[in-house]
């Protein structure tokens, strides 16, 4: 029903920022909860951010409390990751996905995400 597709992924050095787009097509876009996971390599896929329906509430990963920032824009079928003082652990394939009020749950392909000297 969902189709998400993740850009703005690439090569940042440690302390560097960078931010992740994700475009929504398909549904209602602010009918959905959006989620940004990540999957590190050798690692699980891992909670990273969530947003509300209304990008009034958030939640965060405690490893990325005070460093990213998620966003959305409904009317652009949007969802944004801004992600601040880098570290070489935050190395990871970064997916996006959407949320219904029934818990489908929707994913993007990932975009990776390199820190590195």
């Known amino acids: 029903q969902v189709q998400l597709v993740e850009s703005g992924g690439g090569l940042v050095q440690p302390g560097g920022s960078l931010t992740l787009s994700c475009v929504a097509s398909g549904g209602t876009f602010s009918n959905y909860y959006m989620d940004w996971f990540r999957q590190a390599p050798g690692k699980e896929r891992e909670f990273v951010a969530t947003?509300?329906?209304?990008?009034?509430?958030?939640n965060y990963a405690a490893s990325v409390v005070g460093r990213f920032t998620i966003t959305r824009d409904n009317a652009k079928n949007m969802v944004y990751l801004q992600m601040n003082s880098l570290k070489p652990e935050d190395t990871a394939v970064y997916y996006c996905s959407a949320r219904s009020v029934d818990d489908m749950k929707y994913w993007g392909k990932g975009t990776l995400v390199t820190v590195s000297s």
């Open positions: 947003i509300g329906t209304s990008g009034i509430v958030t």
